[in-house]
């Protein structure tokens, strides 16, 4: 149940719009995950619908707002690539985001670290793929690493990395094997 | 005396009720002692009407007057393969009612699915009063978490038809973790496992002391312990054509007697290593002798017969781990529910698939009444006790033009919760816009199941591209759909609650309350005599923020699904997940009496298309709107209370 005062209920469903996600959780923007899901949770223990089921119609619908908005905080929060996305567009005042936008947003993002977001970036992992191409594998890593330094939140360019090195590790396997 | 709320467990082939008492959970059990009744009422030749075990017990002498399994037809449209699948096993006759409904001819009359389940639910509320000494109104009522929006507002439909307040639709997965964790202190990461008479449903659940959450949820309505006992009446039948040349699906005697037999033995596979099944006199040959069908069948060969059933529910697990975002190894247990997962060889392949030994400590057929008990209760004690957190178990989707439906919200997103989408109009000074509601996985809109539509119109005629209208679909707890359609620039808004093809209108449900037909059912008490039930012929009056459903006549006929109106359509602004070259192919369908879709149609007045009455809620020529008058706040309530009209 909700310890705040029936008046507050309603002047927090009124303010939903300008507070963001973190502020609905009442948590600090750097928690972990697991710290957003207990949120969630002690955030639900107060804010429930079925926990606030004695007040009246207009104080059941300020609650059926903050609930949503609650769900809507937790199910962005609690997924890595939305939470970036979102973290993007909170850097620009933005404190509300469609799910689906910020969906679109986390694929842009992934589509945009493929290829690299820095122009060094862009540069070193266009060399390590040719060097990929020659067979040079060694290189390739080489190049790739220098690639992470200008981007150090690249995703894309550290799976491909460990993969690199996965394949010289077997190649070196390999190669003891056949002396 | 203390008011008293009970949980209903409604099963596609038995029924529980349990009731929580102090800080204890009990199945209450029927007028024999027996925990589960049969979800089966038989229509007797002398009007009477018989629902449970004894019913169950009149399928093979009036095998077309007999209805079972009925709620795999709940909720579904006539046209729906579900249906035809039923059609062809079933020895009672499914007929099409309106708007596309099902209706169960038994005898002279013809039932609509609600009353049929609206009976099992008399009856169990009948063992609950019995036994309680007290009437009882309110209960929670469980289905199968994959159910639809459809499946869940005819359950509902029908709970009302029973004479019982409904506080809350619960998932029955969700309802065996409660009554698995709560009052335990846990903090684990469990899956719930529930195969029952007709549905497959698996939950993954993260429980905290007393936060219940589900983090993904999957499912097969298809799939269920009728299709285990289907494999066992087609071996024998086929069997005995190749013996004897006599096909026993063709007599609806021969059929019931084969379906019963199957039941039992695959029930005594779950205690026997072998079991014989003997039905003697079940046909004639052509010289007038008596046949008989022996045939035994042991665990292996049982196994061999449906095993690729059992493989299919893992591959729906598969998915809810994966959406769960864990692995067997994350899982703290398994808990079985529903009565198939009694058979050893379930068992064994859920162990070996989770890695893990299941939890048998609660009986599978009683563990989800008594979830719904515990919640029923928590529902009305002053002090809340658990917190349940469910997730829609399928996407909410938007029909666009092409045939296709646009996702608004994703399945396995936690509920309530609300999301919008902005539009806009795609053609010069365009006047109406029709929204269509979709529930399921298909990027086609005829691959999803039909939730309903409605006619948004009235907002600002401008240019293309310049009118913004914001579509806002929004989930309550109990899983129900509610949609806006909002004009940004005028506050012009529509909605609709979206409860079309529970099978009954409002006006319908109204006149099967008021005939009271359901009370013809015959309520076996403890000394076995059947007695009028004693019920009380008007429900309770709907709970204050009941929604009115939309009349029949706002059902649309289906075969306008022809999307082709490009000309005519709205366009999706936020552009999300929608690269520009699809643009076109994502524009919202208008109806084709919406103006001349090939002309651009110039303002003709600025009257907007409320009528005169303005506020009072009628609707637009088309009949399936109900549009408020401009700036009408909707979550202020004033459109979602009216009336709907009366056609």
């Given amino acids: 149940m909700s310890d705040l005062a029936p008046t507050e209920i309603l002047a927090l469903a009124n303010i939903l719009d300008e507070l963001d996600y973190y502020q609905v959780l009442h948590i600090d923007p750097e928690s972990s995950a697991g710290q957003v899901r207990q949120a969630f949770h002690a955030s639900?223990?107060?804010?429930?619908?079925?926990?606030?089921?004695?007040?009246?119609?207009?104080?059941?619908?300020?609650?059926?707002?903050?609930?949503?908005r609650i769900t809507e905080a937790y199910t962005v929060l609690r997924d890595a690539k939305l939470r970036r996305a979102y973290d993007d567009a909170l850097r620009e005042g933005q404190t509300r985001m469609q799910i689906a936008e910020a969906e679109a947003k986390a694929e842009q993002q992934a589509s945009a670290e493929l290829e690299g977001t820095t122009p060094n970036g862009r540069r070193y992992s266009a060399l390590a793929r040719q060097d990929v191409a020659r067979g040079d594998l060694k290189a390739a890593a080489r190049n790739l690493q220098t690639a992470i330094t200008f981007e150090p939140a690249n995703t894309h360019f550290k799976a491909r990395l460990a993969e690199l090195r996965e394949e010289i590790e077997k190649e070196r396997r390999r190669a003891r094997g056949a002396l | 005396m203390a008011e008293v709320a009970i949980g209903i467990d409604l099963g596609t082939s038995n029924s529980c009720v349990a009731i929580t008492r102090g800080k204890t959970v009990e199945v209450i059990p029927n007028a024999y002692g027996e925990a589960t009744s049969a979800s089966v009422v038989a229509f007797d030749e002398d009007g009477a009407i018989t629902v449970g075990n004894a019913a169950k017990a009149k399928i093979i002498h009036q095998p077309t007057r007999t209805v079972y399994s009925s709620k795999r037809l709940i909720g579904r449209y006539f046209f729906s393969e579900e249906v035809k699948k039923a059609q062809a096993v079933c020895s009672y006759r499914i007929v099409e009612g309106p708007n596309h409904s099902v209706r169960i001819q038994a005898a002279d009359d013809q039932y609509s699915l609600p009353e049929i389940s609206a009976m099992v639910?008399?009856?169990?509320?009948?063992?609950?009063?019995?036994?309680?000494?007290?009437?009882?109104?309110?209960?929670?009522?469980?289905?199968?978490?994959?159910?639809?929006?459809?499946?869940?507002?005819?359950?509902k439909d029908a709970a009302r038809i029973a004479g019982l307040d409904v506080m809350r639709i619960l998932n029955e997965p969700t309802a065996a973790a409660l009554a698995y964790g709560f009052g335990r202190g846990l903090t684990q990461k469990v899956a719930v496992y529930d195969l029952g008479g007709g549905t497959f449903d698996i939950s993954v659940l993260e429980i905290g002391t007393d936060v219940f959450?589900?983090?993904?949820?999957?499912?097969?309505?298809?799939?269920?312990?009728?299709?285990?006992?289907?494999?066992?009446?087609?071996?024998?039948?086929?069997?005995?054509?190749?013996?004897?040349?006599?096909?026993?699906?063709?007599?609806?005697?021969?059929?019931?007697?084969?379906?019963?037999?199957?039941?039992?033995?695959?029930?005594?596979?779950?205690v026997d290593d072998e079991v014989e099944i003997r039905i003697p006199d079940i046909a004639r040959n052509e010289a007038g002798d008596l046949l008989a069908v022996e045939r035994r069948v042991d665990q292996q060969e049982f196994a061999s017969l449906v095993m690729d059933l059992v493989m299919r529910t893992f591959k729906v697990c598969d998915e809810a781990l994966q959406n769960a975002n864990v692995t067997v190894r994350d899982l703290d247990g398994v808990i079985l529910v529903g009565g198939p997962t009694r058979l050893p060889m379930i068992r064994k392949a859920v162990g070996d698939y989770f890695q893990t030994q299941p939890?048998?400590?609660?009986?599978?057929?009683?563990?989800?009444?008594?979830?719904?008990?515990?919640?029923?209760?928590?529902?009305?004690?002053?002090?809340?006790?658990?917190?349940?957190?469910?997730?829609?178990?399928?996407?909410?989707?938007?029909?666009?033009?092409?045939?296709?439906?646009?996702?608004?919200?994703?399945?396995?997103?936690?509920?309530?919760?609300?999301?919008?989408?902005?539009?806009?109009?795609?053609?010069?000074?365009?006047?109406?816009?029709?929204?269509?509601?979709?529930?399921?996985?298909?990027?086609?809109?005829?691959?999803?199941?039909?939730?309903?539509?409605?006619?948004?119109?009235?907002?600002?005629?401008?240019?293309?591209?310049?009118?913004?209208?914001?579509?806002?679909?929004?989930?309550?707890?109990d899983g129900l759909v509610r949609v806006t359609?909002?004009?940004?620039?005028?506050?012009?808004?529509?909605?609709?609650?979206?409860?079309?093809?529970?099978?009954?209108?409002?006006?319908?449900?109204?006149?099967?309350?008021?005939?009271?037909?359901?009370?013809?059912?015959?309520?076996?008490?403890?000394?076995?005599?059947?007695?009028?039930?004693?019920?009380?012929?008007?429900?309770?009056?709907p709970a204050e923020d009941e929604l009115e459903t939309l009349d029949d006549a706002d059902l649309d006929d289906l075969e306008e699904l022809?999307?082709?109106?490009?000309?005519?359509?709205?366009?999706?602004?936020?552009?999300?997940?929608?690269?520009?070259?699809?643009?076109?192919?994502?524009?919202?369908?208008?109806?084709?009496?919406?103006?001349?879709?090939?002309?651009?149609?110039?303002?003709?007045?600025?009257?907007?298309?409320?009528p005169a009455a303005g506020g009072d809620g009628k609707d637009v020529d088309a009949r399936d709107a109900y549009l408020g008058d401009g700036g009408t706040d909707l979550a202020g309530g004033s459109a979602r209370d009216r009336e709907p009209e009366s056609k």
């Avoid at chain 2, 909410?396 to 309530?416: D, F, H, K, S």
């Fill in chain 2, 562 to 610: 022809d999307p082709d109106l490009e000309e005519d359509s709205l366009e999706l602004t936020d552009g999300v997940q929608t690269p520009p070259a699809q643009m076109r192919g994502d524009a919202l369908e208008v109806d084709a009496d919406s103006g001349n879709p090939a002309d651009p149609v110039p303002v003709e007045t600025d009257t907007p298309p409320t």
């Fill in chain 1, 44 to 68: 639900s223990r107060a804010f429930h619908p079925d926990a606030n089921r004695h007040l009246d119609a207009a104080h059941r619908g300020a609650i059926a707002r903050i609930s949503k």
């Fill in chain 2, 485 to 541: 359609a909002c004009d940004r620039a005028t506050g012009q808004q529509a909605s609709t609650e979206i409860t079309l093809s529970s099978g009954l209108s409002e006006t319908e449900l109204e006149g099967i309350l008021e005939k009271g037909d359901t009370d013809r059912v015959q309520t076996a008490t403890p000394d076995g005599v059947s007695v009028q039930a004693d019920q009380p012929d008007t429900p309770p009056p």
């Fill in chain 2, 121 to 155: 639910l008399k009856e169990m509320k009948a063992i609950a009063e019995a036994h309680l000494g007290q009437s009882v109104t309110k209960a929670v009522v469980t289905v199968p978490a994959y159910f639809n929006d459809n499946q869940r507002q005819a359950t």
């Fill in chain 2, 359 to 477: 939890k048998t400590d609660v009986d599978p057929d009683e563990v989800v009444a008594m979830g719904a008990a515990i919640h029923a209760a928590s529902l009305t004690s002053p002090e809340q006790t658990a917190y349940l957190l469910d997730v829609t178990p399928l996407s909410l989707r938007i029909g666009v033009a092409g045939g296709l439906a646009e996702t608004v919200i994703e399945r396995n997103t936690p509920v309530p919760i609300e999301q919008t989408r902005t539009f806009t109009t795609f053609q010069d000074y365009q006047e109406r816009v029709k929204i269509r509601v979709f529930q399921g996985e298909s990027r086609q809109a005829d691959g999803n199941e039909r939730l309903g539509q409605f006619e948004f119109a009235g907002f600002r005629k401008a240019r293309r591209g310049e009118v913004e209208i914001d579509v806002t679909f929004a989930i309550d707890s």
């Fill in chain 2, 213 to 270: 959450e589900v983090l993904s949820t999957a499912g097969d309505t298809f799939l269920g312990g009728d299709d285990f006992d289907d494999r066992l009446i087609d071996l024998m039948a086929d069997e005995f054509s190749a013996q004897h040349g006599i096909n026993l699906r063709k007599d609806p005697f021969a059929f019931e007697k084969l379906k019963v037999a199957a039941e039992t033995a695959k029930k005594n596979l779950s």
